[in-house]
């Protein structure tokens, strides 16, 4: 008995670390990746660049999905993206530094993009495949990425690279530290494929299946629609507290990461004592009153929304991720997660971007943003997207097999 809690200690140990090193590769590229490109000129091709995650949310993730679903195991899957990944930001990294052409370094941001996108979704898949108790594990586990995140930003300050390529590099050798790490995770097994597949089965876009299913196709369209008017978070928010007289504002936004890794951490508990539909309507509910607080357009009201973005991210996307590993079908789950990182990274991330930065435009006036609309109109949003999840989503406490089912020989 005591070596079997030493081993289930020692895989914990195992999926925190890689969590936590993958989450510090992440936010050593897109925390700084504004500042860097501002820095270096690259000011026309800043929208493209960060638009470029979206895009191949819409192709990466689905094709790795069912290739760990059906053809290799997802860590050897892991491991070749990570080290493709590494060398796509090394490479991009080192066009920005020596100011190359604005559409070649569009384009190796774009590669790096197709090769780190389906990482997540993945990484995912590997330790929900290892722990025993999904619902009372995942969630310290998953906090431990978004220590990981905040200690990547804190090590780029740190090496004054903030607006360097440096964090680039830093970044890429983090990515190799994934691809070392890998080698000492168990080799999952993967079913045997088809002899014959389809161009569509090997393109992942047979997970398109899983949406027949009404509780799934209502879950992945509710964390879409939810995405949409958190586009407006991170790009708005820093501009809104300077006004106020806040400086600082990388150090104001951890706030909502620090709430989010205590929200992770009680995630467990909740999710013994309450359906799966009120947790994900209460991450939905703060979401409402998170921009209800910012439209209030005070130092308190902002900060109190900012507190509440961790509440509202974890209970909603976390959730979901744990949907998907209780409801779906083991030979689905790389494509289940992999559908979510579309419908989330790609379909709710392209129309957020583009349609809250055109309601942001609507609300400037000359004598300056109208932030107690924006906020308002983003509040709304959430509102509408909480009255079709409760009106739409019935709850079924058991594995739904997928139809047609998933071919393994």
């Not at 990515?175 to 597949?197: D, I, M, Q, R």
Request: glycine content about 8%; some cysteine.
């Amino acid at each position: 008995m005591r070596v079997l809690t030493t081993i289930r200690r020692a895989e914990y140990a195992e999926l925190t670390a890689l969590f936590f090193i993958q989450g510090a590769a992440l936010g050593m590229w897109f925390v700084p990746l504004s500042s860097v490109l501002d820095a270096h000129g690259y000011h026309a091709i800043k929208a493209y660049a960060f638009a470029s995650s979206a895009l191949a949310a819409f192709i990466s993730p689905l094709i790795f999905g069912a290739m760990a679903d059906r053809h290799a195991s997802p860590v050897k899957v892991l491991r070749w993206l990570a080290l493709a990944t590494a060398g796509a930001m090394a490479l991009a990294s080192m066009a920005i530094q020596l100011r190359w052409s604005p559409w070649l370094v569009l384009a190796l941001i774009q590669l790096h993009a197709l090769c780190s996108s389906p990482t997540w979704s993945i990484s995912s898949t590997i330790v929900f495949a290892r722990l025993e108790d999904a619902k009372k594990e995942f969630g310290p586990i998953r906090a431990m990425a978004t220590l990981g995140w905040m200690s990547g930003c804190w090590l780029v300050s740190l090496l004054n690279a903030d607006a360097s390529a440096v964090a680039g590099y830093c970044g890429a050798l983090t990515w190799l530290g994934v691809v070392a790490f890998t080698f000492f995770l168990p080799v999952l097994e993967t079913p045997k494929s088809a002899e014959h597949l389809t161009l569509r089965q090997r393109l992942g876009l047979d997970a398109l299946t899983l949406l027949k299913n009404p509780d799934h196709r209502v879950v992945f369209i509710t964390v879409a629609l939810f995405a949409i008017p958190l586009c407006g978070f991170y790009p708005f928010t820093p501009p809104h507290l300077r006004e106020l007289g806040l400086q600082r504002t990388t150090a104001w936004m951890t706030l909502g990461q620090v709430t989010e890794i205590i929200t992770m951490f009680m995630l467990g508990g909740l999710l013994l004592k309450w359906r799966l539909k009120w947790i994900f309507a209460c991450g939905l509910g703060f979401g409402v009153l998170r921009f209800t607080l910012c439209a209030i357009n005070s130092k308190a009201g902002l900060l109190a929304g900012v507190l509440l973005h961790g509440c509202s991210f974890t209970l909603v996307f976390i959730t979901a991720q744990i949907y998907l590993d209780q409801r779906v079908e083991p030979a689905w789950r790389a494509r289940a997660q992999a559908l979510m990182a579309l419908m989330n990274g790609g379909v709710g991330n392209l129309i957020g971007y583009l349609g809250v930065g055109w309601w942001f435009a609507a609300c400037a006036r000359p004598t300056g943003t109208q932030w107690p609309i924006f906020w308002s109109g983003l509040a709304v949003a959430v509102a509408a997207v909480l009255v079709y999840f409760l009106t739409a989503y019935r709850g079924r406490n058991q594995i739904v097999p997928c139809l047609p089912p998933a071919p393994l020989g």
